[in-house]
């Protein structure tokens, strides 16, 4: 229950060379998998935004109940340096950067819980990516 705890949203952008289109998308579902199946994951998709010379913007969302939980999927405590989502590949990206976030909200009980607002907020400010699930 996240109830009464601010969250951590981790948002990583980046663009995705039109060569390396299909290995990221590989790299991402694994991630994705991985992602959920670690204590402390509230929630993670990923969007992309395709463009016309075969490269695509990308967004990973992952919100997690606190640092804790994802320092431990991160292994380390480094949050800007550590992409994870390209695992250990960053020639598959022309450029990222990794944005953390804390919750507004504490999830108290009456005031809604922290997560779908959270979210919407983030996504909002992602501009139109297309959202696309992994299948997981």
């Known amino acids: 229950d996240v109830r009464g705890r601010d969250l951590i949203i981790r948002v990583l952008r980046g663009r995705v060379l039109p060569g390396q289109v299909a290995t990221f998308r590989e ?3 694994q ?3 991985d992602a959920r199946r670690h204590e ?3 929630h993670a998709h990923v969007g992309r935004q395709a463009h016309s010379d075969g490269s ?3 967004v990973f969302v992952s919100v ?3 640092l804790e939980a994802l320092y431990g999927w991160v292994g ?3 949050l800007p340096d550590t992409p994870v989502l390209n695992s250990g590949r960053p020639d598959v990206f022309e450029n990222f950067e990794v944005q953390h976030y804390e919750t507004y909200e504490s999830g108290e009980p009456g005031q809604g819980e922290a997560e779908p607002a959270a979210i ?4 909002a400010s992602a501009g139109s990516a297309e959202v696309v699930d992994t299948g997981v």
């Open 40 to 42: 402390g994951l509230i």
């Open 27 to 29: 790299q991402a579902h």
């Open 64 to 66: 997690w109940r606190d």
């Open 31 to 33: 991630t994705v998998n």
């Open 56 to 58: 695509e913007e990308v």
């Open 120 to 123: 919407a907020q983030v996504w």
């Open 76 to 78: 380390s405590t480094d």
